[in-house]
């Protein structure tokens, strides 16, 4: 079974700062998707980024970045001049595709990240 | 275009009874799944909808059961509640069953707050 593991249970940082929350999974599988979402007090889930396991290129979405190292099975998230509505907890989630041929499989979801951001 | 739209947001039960929360879709989206979120657990995958069939279910007792109708939306029901069954439950949309994964995300409502006492 697969497993998502998010050690910062807590983080702050100063507005315009930069920070990077940190993701390690397991899996014996070598194609998957690797996804982060932000959920605000709002409790919607927003998808912030993703990244395919099968792109050695890292993923970028205006501020958010991400570091993935297949090798270590690590998957860091990295916003720059962080904003005061990037105050969420943060999830960091695994997507392993099965040979069936329809739909979404199922996302493991890590135990978040709380970050806040300071004015 | 309209978000998920999950219905209701609150909701108060006592145990033993049952509770059906409600999920409607992206308009366009065929894949429906439900999560649970709770403070000790985080959030778990319950079950996916796909054209009215479920095609993948999580590791949760009987007692929790879905449909999903031929416009796309989803119930969810509990039945004989217990006090751990108290959580956020999520509920999240796809566009197309055909396209796996991470070229499809799941779009998540706000989420339904269930408290069983």
């Known amino acids: 079974a697969q497993t998502v593991t998010q050690s910062q249970p807590e983080m702050s940082v100063q507005e315009a700062e930069t920070v990077t929350l940190s993701c390690t999974y397991d899996?014996?599988?070598?194609?998957?998707?690797l996804f982060w979402y932000k959920q605000p007090p709002s409790r919607q889930m927003i998808l912030v980024i993703r990244q395919e396991a099968y792109k050695q290129q890292n993923a970028t979405e205006n501020r958010f970045s991400v570091n993935f190292q297949k090798a270590a099975k690590s998957f860091s998230l990295k916003i720059s001049d962080s904003q005061l509505g990037d105050t969420a907890m943060y999830f960091c989630?695994?997507?392993?595709?099965?040979?069936?041929?329809?739909?979404?499989?199922?996302?493991?979801f890590g135990t978040g990240t709380r970050l806040t951001i300071i004015p | 275009k309209a978000g998920v739209t999950q219905t209701p947001r609150y909701l108060i039960k006592t145990r033993g009874q049952q509770v059906t929360l409600s999920c409607s879709p992206i308009?366009?989206?065929?894949?429906v799944s439900w999560y649970q979120q709770t403070p000790g657990q985080g959030l778990q995958f319950l079950f996916e909808?796909?054209?009215?069939?479920?095609?993948n279910k999580g590791n949760f007792p009987g007692r929790f059961s879905g449909r999903q109708f031929s416009n796309s939306r989803s119930e969810m029901n509990v039945s004989t509640l217990e006090l751990g069954d108290s959580a956020l439950y999520l509920c999240?949309?796809?566009?197309?069953?055909?396209?796996?994964?991470?070229?499809?995300?799941?779009?998540f409502g706000n989420g339904t707050r269930l408290t069983v006492t």
């Open positions: 989630a695994f997507m392993n595709p099965t040979i069936s041929n329809f739909g979404n499989e199922k996302l493991t």
């Open positions: 899996t014996s599988e070598n194609n998957y998707y």
């Open positions: 999240a949309s796809s566009l197309d069953g055909y396209d796996r994964g991470g070229n499809s995300p799941l779009h």
């Open positions: 308009s366009g989206h065929r894949s």
């Open positions: 909808y796909f054209s009215e069939t479920q095609r």
